[in-house]
């Protein structure tokens, strides 16, 4: 993974040291709240429903054991003992005190972590997929591409004041395991018909308000064009986009407002005139990144893994777990192991301190200190032996992380909704909690297989309920907590937006009417099929029907 450079520490540590002396005048009186918001922000520091709460940026999702250790240790030591992981590779604590905060702030530095741009109208924390560097049929690593756009858009000065936050995601493989169509740039991997690597560009994906999916505005950029490519669009957006209504400022309604034929002219005369410039990226600089990210030092071992195969063979419950949470590796012998952040009855994407320091030591202990984070608020160790997975399990039964749920109706995307932030209408903690107590059965998850819910706790949908095969959105219905059920979106490489279904629910109703849709989809599945397929098939109507009843 990336180390920090001197340029690197120097700038993460004067930070800390500005934020002090802002947070003392704050609390000395000198700046008001008004003053003190703006300042806050740009280091990740929000002022939820009942305190502050600060966002951590992950970069692309990619930590090491000590870094989650220090994650464990702030969790313990300045917040009450846990931490949430957010669907963009971001960690937040709900509870620190705004005096302790630039202490917060100089132990990440310690350990090559920060919080800057994790908030305000710039370019947010890149994001990437969480087998970056370890899945198969990847064309390269993208957490390259992304460390390299972290670099060129930190503290960017062009861009640090945009008409609205902006978010980049990059994949290097077919398999979209970060939601690329739905950011405001969405790069994929590609190569030409010379089998040359470039990137297709996406341009203005976005969730919230006015969702949309993004659309392809260059199908192959080379790669040493990319930081210009991206100057040209961030310049584009930055003269057109609305800075006089907030709901209107993101690149998604610029795009939509101004016609993709018309943005991708204007894209393309002004990176006409900058590609040849200073951001043209030279191939030792590329080089320079790439060996950040060199594979670690694989062992040669045997395709077979003969005590994992005798305890799949004899373990029902470690069955289900390789089943469900392991997925394959690029090199023979070694394996992908999922850790889920979803147990029965308990909030999505939560963590004990305790929790994070065992996540730590079995990352040094199997995975070369390695740990990822996903979009789906689970974590990853990337590069486990096959033949050694029997143990990794039984170590996480031991700290409860061995739900076997990765990609089940219990591996629940959701905000932390009313329950913490100012900005929600609804609960979405609870809900979550009592459908995946309402699922728990293992049989029954079988069964039901592959199935995404996302739940929101306001329109902002910070838990991408519009790309749920079912989608849960949290709405105030006169004072009282109410749910929209919207099914169909897909987040991955055939993202599309999901429909409203009628009427809301209570908060009574709507795990009820989760499980209609559920009952719908197995009585009218054909074999092999999974739930968008079937709901692709057939359409709406049988769902309304059952949920609705007959007109």
Known sequence: MYHYDEYDHALVQDRVAQFRRQVERRLAGELTEDQFRPLRLMNGL???LHAYML???IPYGTLDAR????LAYIARRYDKGYGHFTTRHNMQFNWPKLEETPDILAELASVEMHAIQTSGNC?????????AGAAEGEIEDPRIWCEIIRQWSTLHPEFSFLPRKFKIAVTGSEADRAAVKVHDIGLIMRRDGAGQAGFEVIVGGGLGRTPFIG???????????LLSYLEAILRVYNQLGRRDNKFKARIKVTVHETGAEEFTRLVEAEWLQIKDSALKLPKQEVDRIARHFEPPAFRVLSKTAPATEARIARDRDFAAWVRHNVAAHKVSGYA???????PIGKPPGDATAEQMDVVADLADAFSFGEIRVTHAQNLVLPHVERDRLPELYDRLAAAGLAASNIGLISDIIACPGLDYCSLANARSIPIAERITERFADRDRLELIGEMQIKSSGCINACGHHHVGHIGILGVDRKGEEHYQVQIGGSASEDAALGRILGRGFSADEVVD????????????????????ETYRRIGQDPFK???????
């Open 513 to 532: 009417v989760v499980e209609k849709i559920v009952d719908t989809y197995l009585a009218h599945r054909n074999a092999g099929e999974t739930f968008i």
């Open 46 to 48: 929000y002022l939820q």
């Open 123 to 131: 370019i947010r924390n890149v994001t990437s997929d969480q087998y």
């Open 215 to 225: 659309k392809t505005i260059r199908p192959f950029l080379p790669k040493e064009d």
């Open 67 to 70: 870094q989650m250790r220090k």
């Open 55 to 57: 966002r951590i940026a």
């Open 336 to 342: 992908i192991a999922n850790i889920s952040l979803k």
């Open 545 to 551: 029907e059952r949920v609705y009843g007959a007109a």
